[in-house]
């Protein structure tokens, strides 16, 4: 059974900093392009950041680009996003997402598995 599961999201004020982590399991996960995407209260899902099997390649929405950073480490099959700078238009519920390929993936429908996501809240 394959299980994505994020962690790390809080309520922080505008400018903090968060770092959200993701735990794959069942997956072999360096195998996977892994991504963060995000929802906000009645928006659509949107891209976040993506990252190669190896970390060689990232990839970033401009909204994010700059401030996000994502990494990963595949000794402990965890995808990481650190989160500075943070505004009131970065509150959603942050998912993560595992993708079998060796390219960046930005769109949803290149994603297999999906976590149930992380709440992160940034009061200004």
């Known amino acids: 059974q394959v299980q994505l599961i994020e962690s790390g999201g809080g309520l922080v004020q505008a400018g903090d900093s968060l770092r959200l982590s993701c735990v794959a399991s069942g997956i072999s996960f360096s195998r996977y392009t892994m991504g963060w995407f995000r929802q906000a209260p009645g928006k659509d899902r949107e891209f976040v950041a993506t990252i190669t099997w190896a970390g060689g390649t990232t990839y970033y929405a401009d909204s994010v680009e700059g401030r996000f950073t994502i990494s990963r480490d595949n000794a402990k099959n965890t995808v990481y996003l650190q989160m500075n700078s943070l505004n009131s238009e970065d509150t959603a519920v942050y998912y993560c997402?595992?993708?079998?390929?060796?390219?960046?993936?930005?769109?949803?429908?290149?994603?297999?598995?999906w976590g149930q996501g992380t709440q992160v809240t940034v009061s200004s």
């Open positions: 997402a595992a993708g079998d390929g060796t390219v960046i993936y930005i769109g949803e429908s290149e994603y297999e598995y």
